[in-house]
């Protein structure tokens, strides 16, 4: 699925420069335990988390990550945004709850990891 239809699927704004519309996606995770995601080995993953800091970034680079969609609203700061810049990550948010992002995205043929 590529990364802009699941931003349009789930209200998101795109906060990072990266806003290729090619870049695509195959499996979801969702996580506030980022030992959690560092466990996972899967490839074009995208992780759905509600843990706005610097760890989910550093995570994300850790994991080859390509895309996090932040939820409940929840805002990322200026050096969230240049850390995910400096990797290639493309970073979303979202007004909608964990819970309701892994249903709309499940419910569109996003595959989960589990």
Same mark, same amino acid.
């Given at each position: 699925?590529k990364?802009?239809?699941?931003?349009k699927?789930i209200n998101?704004?795109v906060m990072?420069g990266?806003?290729?519309?090619?870049?695509?996606?195959d499996v +979801?995770f969702a996580?506030d335990? $980022?030992s %959690?995601?560092?466990? @996972?080995?899967?490839?074009?993953?995208?992780?759905? #988390?509600g843990?706005?800091?610097?760890? +989910?970034?550093?995570t994300?680079e $850790?994991? %080859?990550?390509?895309? @996090?969609?932040f939820?409940?609203?929840k805002?990322v #700061?200026?050096?969230?945004?240049?850390? +995910?810049?400096?990797?290639?990550?493309?970073?979303?948010e979202s007004p909608?709850?964990?819970?309701?992002?892994?249903?709309?995205l499940?419910?569109?043929?996003?595959?989960?990891?589990?």
């Amino acid at each position: 699925m590529k990364v802009q239809e699941v931003v349009k699927l789930i209200n998101g704004t795109v906060m990072t420069g990266n806003k290729n519309p090619e870049v695509t996606v195959d499996v +979801a995770f969702a996580s506030d335990l $980022m030992s %959690d995601v560092l466990t @996972i080995k899967a490839e074009n993953l995208l992780l759905l #988390t509600g843990l706005v800091n610097i760890q +989910a970034i550093r995570t994300a680079e $850790m994991s %080859d990550i390509s895309c @996090i969609v932040f939820a409940r609203n929840k805002n990322v #700061t200026e050096e969230m945004i240049r850390l +995910a810049e400096e990797n290639g990550i493309t970073v979303i948010e979202s007004p909608y709850s964990l819970f309701r992002i892994s249903g709309i995205l499940f419910i569109a043929g996003m595959a989960p990891v589990y």
